[in-house]
């Protein structure tokens, strides 16, 4: 069962343009965090949120946990190139135990 | 380079043959995660280990099983391997046993095809 999903699935987008990434789930989550992947690569952390409402930045990306804390999105400013990559989220932990659910995914692909 | 290790990382078997893929923690971490990862779709959480004992246990078919080590190094065998199993298998560990605001440090991941 996939309590994390994220949309869009796929998003191919020009230099320069905004994009956000949303992160949805009927489970509340004690944080949620965001990873980016790259071909041949592990997930490497981008944030983490912990509390209902927070707005994170990050350069040009932000990250906003929901005030329920069951969803989360992550807005890039004038995307480059560089960001182009796997965008995961994950929440947990899950009540009693200690997994690290993650989403569905999102292909980003940043043309120059 | 994440600190996490992880051997093989490309590996090409049979249907139903038996595999082990092994897993270095970064120094002083105690959990180990194990995940799979298939055609470029999101993780799926398969097992965790905390210093020697199973801590969690998400979708890992009764086909499939791990273990952490006095040392801390993790090993996840996969037996009776069908086609669906190919992909990528990923490790990760943290310092913290509850992953509430620790980061997980994930290995190059292992890439299992199976023919």
């Known amino acids: 069962t996939q309590l994390l999903e994220q949309s869009p699935q796929f998003l191919s987008i020009q230099e320069g343009e905004n994009l956000t990434v949303y992160c949805n789930s009927s489970?509340?989550?004690?944080?949620l965090q965001w990873y980016r992947q790259e071909p041949g690569e592990g997930p490497v952390l981008l944030v983490t949120v912990v509390t209902g409402g927070e707005v994170k930045k990050l350069k040009r990306l932000t990250f906003q946990f929901g005030d329920a804390r069951k969803d989360s999105s992550l807005h890039i400013t004038a995307a480059q190139p560089g960001d182009t990559g796997l965008y995961l989220c994950a929440g947990g932990p899950l009540r009693g135990t200690d997994k690290l659910i993650f989403g569905t995914g999102t292909r980003l692909q940043v043309f120059p | 380079d994440s600190g996490v290790t992880q051997t093989p990382k490309h590996l090409i078997t049979a249907t139903g043959q038996r595999v082990t893929l092994r897993c270095s923690p970064r120094s002083g971490d105690l959990s180990v995660y194990w995940y799979q990862q298939s055609l470029d779709q999101g993780l799926q959480f398969l097992i965790q280990?905390?210093?020697?004992?199973?801590?969690a246990k998400g979708n890992i078919l009764e086909r499939f099983s791990a273990q952490q080590f006095p040392d801390l190094h993790s090993e996840l065998n996969l037996s009776s391997l069908e086609l669906g199993d190919s992909a990528l298998y990923f490790c990760?560990?943290?310092?913290?046993?509850?992953?509430?605001?620790?980061?997980?440090?994930f290995g190059e991941g292992s890439r299992l095809t199976v023919l």
């Open positions: 280990y905390y210093n020697g004992e199973e801590r």
């Open positions: 489970s509340v989550f004690s944080s």
């Open positions: 990760a560990s943290s310092t913290r046993r509850i992953t509430n605001t620790g980061e997980l440090f």
